[in-house]
């Protein structure tokens, strides 16, 4: 039996950068489960992020606002570098209101109960005048990975509402690698060092748990045993025709007709059957006698459905 490594120890951390240590692999299996656990990581970690903004006075990206120094598009680009965790699955609508001369940052946004920001001080826009006003409605919505535009449904949208990619994934980046070590006498077994570093919404010991519990859940579907009926379907249609309760002329009509177990029998209309040579509405009986006494039947003829 193949071992398996030990578990996983945190041996650095500093902010939101974790390092994790894996030690025992069985040669190969380093890469194989980082690889595996990277992907994840990366991919399908659940997140929250802006998905469409209304800017008073911008009915599109390329507008300017008076007294704010930043382009829309360069706000929105900002906008995109929010970093949420959501504790609802509906849609929360998130406000900024403010004048004067001041730098606008996120934690300027009224925030609904449903939500926390992670990145406060995210700055958003520069206001270069005392009467310079700045009024944003941003919808954040819950998802998994990166959404393009594209890929949401196009519906039409009210003027001047500004849809975003979302990039709802939590993780900023993640680094694996593997190195030698001994167990026992052998010096080949594998030290899978992994590196997370998140955008401060889940910490990188959840990153690492929830992508484990993924992999995990993936695992154990493929590994789910066939059911009782199931199993005895596929053991009954391994029968041999040899063995079947029929007559010895009909078994070797049968077999010279190439077919040697109930599994490539059922897949036979009785027109199938009784075009093979040797056999007849007698042979017939017997074969569908013989299956009904094993729960199967031959195939439906079309013209019958």
């Known amino acids: 039996m193949i071992p398996l490594p030990s578990k996983p120890k945190l041996v650095q951390k500093k902010d939101n950068i974790g390092h ?12 194989t489960i980082g690889n595996t656990l990277r992907r994840i990581l990366l ?9 469409q903004a209304k800017i008073k006075g911008a009915p599109h990206e390329f507008s300017t606002l008076s007294g704010v120094l930043e382009d829309v598009i360069v706000i929105l680009l900002n906008l995109k570098k929010l970093n949420f965790k959501s504790f609802s699955e509906e ?15 996120a934690k300027d946004f009224k925030l609904t109960s449903e939500l926390k920001l992670a990145n406060p001080d995210q700055h958003i826009a520069t206001l270069t005048k005392s009467t310079a006003e700045l009024e944003i409605e941003c919808l954040v919505e819950k998802g998994v990975g990166y ?30 690698g593997v190195e030698n070590m001994r167990v026992g006498k052998r010096t ?48 009954v249609s391994k029968t041999k025709i040899e063995d079947l309760n029929i007559s010895e002329r009909t078994k070797n009509a049968l077999t010279q007709n190439r077919m040697k177990t109930v599994a490539s029998l059922v897949k036979k209309t009785e027109n199938d059957i009784l075009e093979l040579e ?11 006698k013989a299956l009904k006494k094993l729960d199967l039947e031959l195939k439906q003829d079309e013209e019958k459905k």
């Open 188 to 235: 080949d077994f594998d030290k899978l060092k992994i590196e997370i570093e998140t955008n401060g919404v889940i910490t990188p010991e959840e990153a690492l748990n929830k992508a484990t519990e993924i992999l995990l859940q993936h695992c154990t579907q493929i590994a789910e045993p066939f059911s009782e009926e199931e199993k005895k379907e596929e053991d």
């Open 43 to 51: 991919s399908s970690l659940e997140g929250a992020a802006i998905t």
């Open 147 to 176: 959404e393009p535009i594209e890929r949401r449904e196009k519906e039409k949208s009210e003027v001047g509402v500004l849809p975003l990619d979302a990039i709802y994934a939590p993780i900023k980046r993640v680094k694996t």
């Open 91 to 105: 849609p929360q609508t998130i406000t900024l209101k403010v004048k004067g001369e001041k730098e606008v940052k």
């Open 20 to 31: 994790f240590e894996i030690e025992g692999f069985y040669p190969g299996y380093g890469v």
């Open 278 to 288: 040797g056999l007849g509405e007698k042979g017939l009986k017997e074969v569908k």
